[in-house]
């Protein structure tokens, strides 16, 4: 299966049927597996990814450009920041 592997990243791409053997729903689609290293960043990552793809899973169209795309991005990570720094977190 093609993919790219890094320090800080893996992603694993091709038939989602080679990658989640024995599912039904996983029959003639495609698919992609995602591995980073534990920690915040890691899970930030992944959490702004499964944001995308359930916006893309509901709105194709809204993915089609990249200002949309760039600003959906910004907004959650101006979000996380806040949510960072407040009393609570650090309580």
Do not use: C
Not at 20 to 29: E, H, I, R, S
């Amino acid at each position: 299966m093609p993919g790219i592997h890094s320090e800080r990243v893996t992603l694993v791409e091709g038939n989602a049927d080679e990658i989640v053997p024995n599912a039904k729903l996983a029959a003639d689609m495609h698919g992609f597996v995602i591995m980073v290293p534990p920690g915040k960043g890691g899970e930030r990552l992944l959490d702004m990814l499964w944001r995308i793809t359930m916006a893309y899973a509901g709105m194709p169209r809204m993915l089609r450009s990249r200002t949309t795309v760039r600003k959906m991005v910004e907004a959650v990570w101006s979000k996380e920041s806040r949510e960072d720094k407040s009393p609570a977190a650090s309580a």
